[in-house]
């Protein structure tokens, strides 16, 4: 089994709906973040958490939320979908700045 | 600002020949990290190559090595005996203070 896991793969859905993407790692690391990525301008940070009571805005939050469920699950919100927020979503998972980080799979996410 | 820049989108060689892969940075941070990460295809995020700013030597894993420049703040990859399975997405990232930053990424195409 994977050790960050993404849900779902593959998604496409409308403009104006809720969306939700869910993350959930057993590598037992405090630290988790959501990027999108897009071509030509790499990964960028959304959100990030330390802990399941830190939670923090990264670079384009707007649009945005993110729950820390448990230290092992950390969500993505879109609330009301747009265009322009189709892209290529990873979660990733941390032990601190001396360590690599740890990616999911990635969700491809389609707004029509 | 913590900034990373890559500034070749697309970058090719020839199988069995060396390429450098630039990228640099920035950031206000003493204690940070340098890191390579390749995608390929597959989309998974794999690491590549690590570097501890506060240690002058440059690090190797393997046909990989890095070019660091700390006063420069520059930290280029080079990937020597070049093969097929190096085709893919090469992202520079730096991780100092509480986030992961990471560059707009170079994509490597390898000639047979």
């Known amino acids: 089994d994977a050790d960050v896991t993404q849900t779902p793969r593959n998604r496409i859905t409308k403009t104006g709906k809720r969306i939700m993407l869910e993350c959930s790692q057993t590598?037992?690391?405090?630290?988790m973040y959501w990027y999108r990525q897009d071509p030509g301008l790499g990964l960028r940070l959304i959100y990030y958490?330390?802990?399941?009571?830190?939670?923090n805005k990264g670079e384009i939050s707007d649009g945005y939320s993110v729950s820390r469920q448990a230290q092992a699950k950390f969500s993505l919100s879109l609330e009301s979908a747009i265009p322009n927020q189709t892209a290529l979503y990873f979660c990733?998972?941390?032990?601190?700045?001396?360590?690599?980080?740890?990616f999911g799979q990635g969700t491809r996410l389609t707004v029509v | 600002a913590q900034t990373v820049t890559q500034s070749q989108p697309e970058m090719s060689v020839q199988e069995a020949e060396t390429v450098t892969l630039s990228c640099t940075y920035d950031?206000?941070?003493?204690?940070?990290?340098l890191f390579w990460y390749k995608q390929p295809p597959s989309r998974q995020m794999i690491l590549v190559i690590r570097?501890?700013?506060?240690?002058?030597q440059n690090a190797t894993e393997n046909r990989f090595s890095v070019n660091f420049q700390k006063a420069a703040k520059s930290f280029s990859l080079k990937i020597s005996d070049s093969q097929l399975g190096d085709a893919a997405m090469y992202f520079c990232?730096?991780?100092?203070?509480?986030?992961?930053?990471f560059g707009a990424g170079t994509r490597l195409f390898v000639k047979a």
């Open positions: 990733a998972t941390s032990q601190g700045i001396r360590t690599e980080a740890f």
């Open positions: 590598k037992g690391h405090d630290r």
């Open positions: 958490s330390f802990d399941v009571k830190d939670i």
């Open positions: 950031t206000s941070e003493s204690d940070y990290y």
């Open positions: 570097q501890e700013a506060y240690k002058q």
């Open positions: 990232a730096n991780t100092g203070g509480f986030k992961t930053i």
